[in-house]
């Protein structure tokens, strides 16, 4: 009803349902799957310096407060423009806390998906952003997304707590084994004991950080 609804006369898209217009979906929650991407970025740069970048060969990313990105969301087509003058872009990384009830969770994870799948539709390239918190967001982070592709995540505060840390392990070795990338790019540190298995294993790891915007692979020690 959300779709007919939108097209209603006098009727406002509050639920913003033409964002999956054409989407198909995976689970019982319905998420909306993306295309398989295989591209990987040279260099990444945040949504609010994009805003104002000229310099367009990167891929931006939105590993920042939420509050600095929300606007997509609100009005995706004002920044659709500026999003499409670039290489691509890692998919929204709303936040996914544990003390967060469970429904507002899963409601990030759909909106990071259903906007991803809005950007393919308008033609971009588009790194899946996989965020979750413990074990009851590790299956639906997953939900929508390809095997053997190029995905992405986030370990900035996840390294130095160790319960952050531990959960942040777990998470991601589900994740491997879910949906064996090709290529996983890290936006912040990539702790030896932590991302060496799966190097191991043939997985390419790029590390992105504030400090060095550049791809840098990170080799096995």
């Not at 913003?16 to 217009?21: C, D, I, P, T």
């Not at 996989?130 to 590790?138: A, C, E, L, M």
């Not at 959960?167 to 070795?173: K, S, W």
Request: proline residues 5%.
């Amino acid at each position: 009803m959300t779709k007919v609804n939108s097209t209603r006369c006098g009727c406002r898209d509050v639920f913003h349902a033409f964002l999956v217009k054409n989407a198909t979906y995976d689970s019982p929650l319905e998420i909306p799957c993306l295309q398989l991407e295989m591209q990987k970025p040279n260099k990444l740069i945040s949504f609010t310096k994009a805003l104002h970048s000229t310099d367009y060969d990167a891929w931006v990313h939105f590993y920042e407060d939420d509050a600095s990105f929300e606007r997509l969301w609100n009005r995706p087509n004002i920044y659709l423009p500026i999003l499409k003058r670039f290489n691509g872009v890692i998919s929204p990384d709303f936040s996914v806390y544990r003390d967060m009830p469970l429904v507002m969770q899963f409601w990030n994870i759909y909106r990071s998906r259903a906007i991803a799948f809005w950007l393919q539709e308008n033609g971009l390239s588009v790194i899946p952003n996989i965020r979750f918190s413990d074990d009851r967001t590790y299956n639906l982070s997953c939900v929508g997304i390809k095997k053997h592709g190029v995905i992405a995540i986030g370990s900035h505060g996840c390294m130095k707590i160790f319960t952050e840390r531990a959960y942040f392990q777990n998470g991601l070795n589900y994740v491997i084994e879910t949906l064996k990338p090709t290529t996983l790019v890290v936006y912040g540190t990539t702790p030896q004991d932590v991302f060496n298995p799966y190097k191991e294993m043939g997985i390419e790891v790029l590390q992105f950080d504030s400090e060095f915007m550049q791809s840098r692979k990170v080799v096995s020690a």
